[in-house]
């Protein structure tokens, strides 16, 4: 059975039981601020769980996308070292809310992994909590399994919670034995030991308890069921392999590797752990770009890049030492395409992403092998054994160098490596990480709104700008509940309705007044401070606010209508980049406030000035035909099977506004929106720039703003034509002539200053001291650039033969130091190192390569006292 019959065949079963078939997740994870990636599939429910959040249903099944590679769930350092263990994996699971219970839950598994997928009865076994009598006795006495093949688990394996404190409960596995005559021993300590012989199939979690700050658990009132099974591992097991590399999942991916190393599969050893690393992180690298996620120096994206580095690097393992992981994303998309299908589309603009990544690399790694031979040559010129942990970990960290590549290197040099100092580098790395990343201050935050769990807030604000009587269901000041809120303070008002938009989908919550005869608020904002409830951010210039209130609620109209003419705008802006630059375009993030939007957008290179034009050009067409703007409700479903766009950032209920401008343009999207187009007025794009690799931002401006920014723009040019006493029609020409007029005297001006300098660097042999034996030149020099000193520098590097040279001078109110050491010397003395010693005399700091070096520091006062130690620094490094 190939993995997309077993999708299939999980979620026929399911929605044959009355679960609604619900799609995969985003690898971002949206509202959830406690997670870095997406890594089980009961994420998207996790507001459900919670009670935060109702729907339609109370039984559903998914296909999850899920990525382990931080936090508690890291696999990263286990892929390809073990058979089961990957980064990307795909998690099938069923979930019931309150619905069904424990003897549901057993009965389905067991009769979806026995009866219908067709696993023998005696190579299968199942583990429960060790208090969980009732698990035990149902997989005992309703399903049969004997009792030598139920055991029971401490906490540590078979109990599950959400955090410290909310939902948990015992949890029950199926494992199968997927090679009975493979490695000896009870099934039991060989489960406990995870054994490659046994797969963990699926895991059953029974959420029944709530656990409170001080660890006591108190019985759920609705208990409910969330399921994962590995989809790589069933596909093992069904396809009658002992390692998930095997399975078709894979095995393309791997033989496309080959290929292109030109070489066999090996069964074992470093090379096939070469081979799997590959063909996973490829996989994690597709879906993660599709997901929007780009390469960056933090959070998601510093994942995804190492992600890339790590893939390229275990490629030259096999000869691969050229850019090679992006070709691997066309293999991928065909593999993975009968599930997502959307990957096709995108295919193209992820490979070209990675490919830059690894060009990036490529161009890092050889700058990192000059830095590993500083650093070589530091520790030999200081009679150290080892490269320092502090060396190691920046080759890692700045150039993508894996540990074990520092070592070999090193050993070439006769050198050890500080492996504990590099070990305490990663820690303090990890440790920056997690203070850096915003989300516990954001959980915390959201614990203070518990007590709206289940609430909602009617919305009236597509039809009404004002809602004459609306109740105070609940107040808030500085994060906790309040009973009132009086003239002068600031606080957050929940109404049971409301017209305020609350933030979401990029448009920014809108503003407005709320009062009655006790007291009036302005309202600055609104947003969600848990699914389904809209919070006002509000100051009480009179009277006081009290819970049980009534109000009315008017909205700020007139912001209202900039703020939804943007919105349409940016519709029409995607639809238009399509158009014009290819249906790989697709939105990755917006802001729509009343004085602008911005839009994010992926692409692989900047607009041209006529590209910019023509999109332009295009949405104010659209503009101009005046079209309606048609507003329709639907299901999900329903939407998508429309052709309407859906964003990836976005997180969609089960009923869906679709936005419908004539055949141009049709989205879901739960915003505010003109009537038509001609309510926008006039389409204006200010910028184009880059965000990250493949991704570019456009910011714009409509309506009255518009005609500012251009009125803005005419006045500027009539103000350059005033000054430049031209024509305003010749103004862009005349500076034009200036600019090349300035270049032509530049260039004089730099002529007459190389002569002036080479008639300055002819040295007075009793201006050279001997230190050490070597010659050393020492010189303040006045009115040169650091640009220059470096030239000087070496032309006095030159006319010495063999020596040092150190100089020194000021520009623009900062010192600066440069060092130039003849290249045989450079074994006994480092001009980074003489730098590094005497940066800190100048107040900075410097570096550099062993026969070039420099520094500036902003005490200029200090630099001939930094001069005058340079030949003591230079008789310390001999």
């Known amino acids: 059975m190939n993995a997309q019959r077993i999708r299939e065949t999980f979620l026929d ?21 406690s997670l870095l990636f997406t890594n089980a599939g009961m994420n998207q429910f996790k507001s459900v769980f919670l009670g935060l959040e109702t729907r339609g249903y109370r039984r559903a099944a998914t296909v999850q996308k899920c990525m382990r590679v931080s936090g508690k769930h890291n696999d990263l350092e286990q892929v390809g070292r073990t058979a089961k263990h990957h980064t990307f994996f795909e998690m099938l699971g069923n979930f019931s809310f309150g619905d069904y219970f424990k003897r549901e839950a057993v009965q389905f598994a067991w009769e979806l992994v026995h009866d219908v997928f067709g696993l023998p009865a005696d190579r299968l076994y199942a583990t429960v909590y060790e208090d969980d009598d009732e698990a035990y006795e149902l997989w005992r006495r309703e399903i049969g399994i004997p009792a030598e093949r139920v055991f029971r688990f401490g906490k540590k394996d078979n109990f599950w919670a959400m955090g410290d404190t909310g939902p948990c409960g015992p949890c029950s596995e199926l494992h199968f034995d997927i090679d009975p005559n493979g490695e000896a021993g009870e099934p039991r300590a060989l489960i406990d030991s995870g054994s490659d012989r046994f797969v963990e199939l699926w895991n059953l979690v029974f959420m029944q308890y709530e656990q409170d700050g001080s660890g006591i658990l108190k019985p759920l009132p609705r208990p409910s069921i969330d399921t994962g099974m590995g989809l790589e591992r069933m596909a093992a097991v069904l396809q009658g392999k002992t390692s998930n590399w095997d399975t078709d999942l894979f095995t393309p991916i791997i033989a496309e590797i080959a290929a292109r190393a030109d070489r066999e599969v090996p069964a074992g050893g470093e090379e096939a752990v070469a081979f799997r690393v590959i063909a996973d992180h490829a996989r994690a690298v597709a879906f993660l770009i599709g997901d929007g996620i780009m390469p960056a120096n933090d959070g998601r994206g510093y994942v995804l890049r190492r992600l890339i580095r790590r893939a390229f690097r275990h490629g030259a393992k096999l000869g691969l030492d050229k850019p090679f992981v992006y070709t691997l994303m066309g293999t991928v998309a065909d593999l993975m395409k009968g599930a997502y299908p959307e990957i096709l589309t995108t295919q193209p603009l992820i490979a070209r992403i990675c490919r830059a990544e690894e060009e990036r690399f490529a161009q890092t790694l050889a700058s990192g092998l000059r830095v590993f031979q500083a650093f070589a040559a530091d520790a030999r010129r200081d009679g150290a054994a080892a490269l320092s942990g502090a060396a190691a970990f920046k080759l890692y960290d700045t150039y993508g160098f894996p540990l074990d590549l520092t070592r070999e290197l090193a050993e070439d040099d006769k050198l050890g490596v500080d492996e504990a100092g590099f070990t305490a580098e990663l820690e303090a790395q990890k440790s920056r990480a997690r203070q850096a990343w915003k989300g516990d201050a ?39 509940p309040a009973e009132v809120l009086s003239e002068g303070q600031s606080g957050e008002i929940i109404l049971d309705r409301t017209p305020f938009y609350a933030e979401a989908g990029g448009q920014v919550g809108d503003s407005g007044r709320l009062k009655n005869s006790r007291f009036a608020a302005v309202v600055e904002s609104a947003y969600y401070p848990v699914p389904n409830v809209r919070s006002h951010r509000a100051r009480i210039v009179a009277g006081q606010a009290a819970v049980g209130d009534v109000v009315e609620a008017a909205i700020d109209l007139d912001r209202r209508r900039a703020v939804r003419a943007n919105h349409t705008a940016t519709h029409l802006l995607h639809a238009a980049l399509r158009e014009i630059l290819g249906d790989h375009v697709k939105q990755a993030g917006s802001l729509v406030s009343p004085v602008r939007l911005r839009f994010d957008f992926t692409h692989f290179q900047a607009l041209s000035p006529g590209e910019i034009d023509r999109v332009e050009a295009l949405v104010n067409e659209k503009i101009r035909d005046d079209e309606p703007i048609e507003v329709r409700e639907m299901s999900l479903e329903e939407g998508l099977r429309s052709g309407a766009m859906a964003i990836f950032e976005e997180k969609y209920g089960e009923r869906v506004r679709m936005i419908r401008v004539g055949d141009f343009s049709r989205e879901l999207c739960g915003g505010a929106h003109a009537g038509s187009t001609g309510q926008i007025g006039f389409f204006k794009i200010t910028a184009e720039t880059s965000v990250a690799a493949g991704l570019r931002r456009i910011e714009a401006v409509t309506g009255e703003e518009a005609l500012r920014h251009v009125q803005e723009v005419e006045r500027q040019a009539s103000d350059a034509a005033r000054i430049l006493n031209v ?3 010749d103004w862009l020409n005349q500076v034009e002539r200036m600019r090349d007029s300035i270049k032509e005297k530049d260039h004089e001006i730099k002529a007459l200053r190389r002569k002036l300098l080479a008639g300055s660097t002819a040295t007075p042999a009793e201006t050279i001291r001997d230190v050490g034996g070597l010659k050393v030149l020492i010189r303040r020099m006045e009115g040169l650039s650091p640009d220059e000193a470096r030239a000087m520098a070496d032309k006095m ?82």
């Open 727 to 729: 024509p305003r029609q």
């Open 442 to 480: 954001q959980i915390k935050e959201r614990r203070a709104y518990e007590s709206l769990a289940g609430a909602a807030t009617a919305f009236a604000g597509y039809d009404a700008a004002a809602v004459p009587e609306a109740r105070v269901v609940a107040l808030f000041r500085d994060g906790a």
């Open 13 to 33: 079963y399911f929605a044959a039981r009355g679960h609604k078939i619900v799609a995969s997740a985003s690898l971002r994870p949206k509202d959830d601020p």
């Open 797 to 878: 590097k030159q006319g010495l033969g063999s020596g040092i040279v150190l100089l020194g001078g000021v520009r623009d109110d900062k010192a600066f130091l440069v060092a130039a050491v003849s290249r045989e010397l450079c074994g006994r003395v480092s001009a980074a190192a003489l730098i590094k010693a005497l940066a800190p005399l100048i107040g900075g700091g410097g570096g550099g390569r062993p026969d070039f070096a420099q520094a500036g520091g902003p005490l200029t006062g200090d630099l001939d006292k930094a001069l005058a130690a340079g030949p003591e620094a230079v008789q310390r490094l001999l």
